[in-house]
DNA sequence: GTGCCTGTTCAGTAAACAGTAAACATTTTG
DNA sequence: CAAAATGTTTACTGTTTACTGAACAGGCAC
């Protein structure tokens, strides 16, 4: 099994811009940035931009926008909610299941969806 | 059945110090802030203190550190790495369980320990 | 060869964040 | 009543974050 390669935030969004034909100043302006900034993201020369740019770039490009945003260091913008409307049982859940392959996460989710359908509890 | 009381974090903080009887300025050293800061906090005039602080704050108090942070608008710090380490399987996840009780939230935590148990994967 | 693209570099900045120091008024203790 | 301890207010401060503007070098088009 080839190991994936770890690139960086700014290698794969230049990767990935290149490839879909934009040049730096055009994609700085759709996502509304500095061409300046934008250089210097693609080199890694700074931080990766905030979570909506991230999203913004992922959109533009095709890509997910979970995936980017967590090569970018970041968090999908939903994600805290979630976890503070059940602050205690959503942070011991997280916890549970590090580690668990993508495809038990996977069961764990149908799990859930099945739960969802059966009503929030026995609604009497 | 009662409605929980949405208290501030401030107000928290002061009822559980006043309760296990920590002076402001005794209870600020023992985090490490200052008492200016600390009277600040519990009057919610700024924003509550990082993760790291609010923990020390929770567990000098016997309280739940998760469910602290939680009400500071911080995430516990171990949580963004997990997410990260399977970064569209666990939001996905994530998503999945929102609006769960926490009964079943129980439910699917124990689901994941059991496949921890059971071996990452099937190892040949 | 001068215009016009390409990306890059340097220097700087506005706003937010996470606090602190000093001085103060009030209550408690000896 | 004097001393000590309580919490509060005002006015800052240093640091980090997330960017921007101006100027510049190199290639390609005509």
Do not use: C, H
Request: aromatic fraction near 4%; charge should be neutral.
């Amino acid at each position: 099994m080839a190991k994936k390669k770890a690139k960086t935030f700014g290698q794969f969004l230049r990767e990935k811009r290149v490839e879909k034909g934009f040049s730096l100043r055009k994609f700085a302006e759709l996502v509304g940035i500095s061409p300046t900034y934008l250089s210097q993201v693609e080199q890694d020369n700074v931080d990766p931009p905030t979570a909506d740019r991230v999203k913004r770039m992922a959109e533009l490009l095709g890509e997910s926008v979970d995936e980017w945003t967590a090569l970018a260091g970041r968090l999908t913008e939903d994600l805290p909610e979630i976890i503070r409307e059940a602050p205690t049982a959503v942070p011991d859940l997280l916890r549970a299941v590090r580690g668990l392959t993508t495809d038990q996460l996977r069961r764990l989710r149908e799990d859930a969806e099945r739960m969802q359908k059966e009503g929030t509890d026995e609604e009497k």
